[in-house]
Nanobody, 122 residues
C-alpha cells in the first residue's frame, strides 16, 4: 500500500515559480507522477517517472516550464514549476502505480495523495 503526501502549493503571482514535493512510502518499485485538476475540469496528467527512471510526459505544452525530479533514496518526487500562468491554477496531485513503467491514463494510478492547491493570481 503506497502512501503519498504532497506539499509546496500556495499562491503565486503570474510569472512566478513554485516547487511541489511528494513523499512516498509503503512500496519499493512503482511509477509516480504529477497530475492536476483545474477548477471545473477533469484531472489530467502532467508527467510521470517510472521505477527505472523512464519519463512519460502527458502534457507536452508544460515540458518547457515544469521540471520533474525523482530521488529514490529519499522516496521523493519534486515538480519545479516556472513561468506560472493563471491557467496553471488548480489542485496538484501526486499519484503512483505499482507498475514499474508509466502507463497512459489517470485511471492506471491507484494511489493518490490528498493534493495541494496552487493558485496563480495577481
Amino acid at each position: 500500500q503506497l502512501h503519498l503526501v504532497e506539499s509546496g502549493g500556495g499562491l503565486v503571482q503570474p510569472g512566478g515559480s513554485l516547487r511541489l514535493s511528494c513523499v512516498a512510502s509503503g512500496a519499493e518499485h512503482y511509477s509516480i507522477g504529477w497530475f492536476r485538476q483545474a477548477p471545473g475540469k477533469e484531472r489530467k496528467g502532467i508527467v510521470c517517472i517510472g521505477a527505472h527512471g523512464d519519463r512519460r510526459d502527458y502534457t507536452d505544452s508544460l515540458k518547457g516550464r515544469f521540471t520533474i525530479s525523482r530521488d529514490n533514496t529519499k522516496n521523493t518526487l519534486d515538480l519545479q514549476m516556472a513561468g506560472l500562468k493563471p491557467e496553471d491554477t488548480g489542485v496538484y496531485f501526486c499519484a503512483a502505480d505499482l507498475n514499474d513503467f508509466c502507463r497512459g491514463s489517470v485511471e492506471d494510478f491507484g494511489f493518490w495523495g490528498q493534493g495541494t492547491h496552487v493558485t496563480v493570481s495577481s
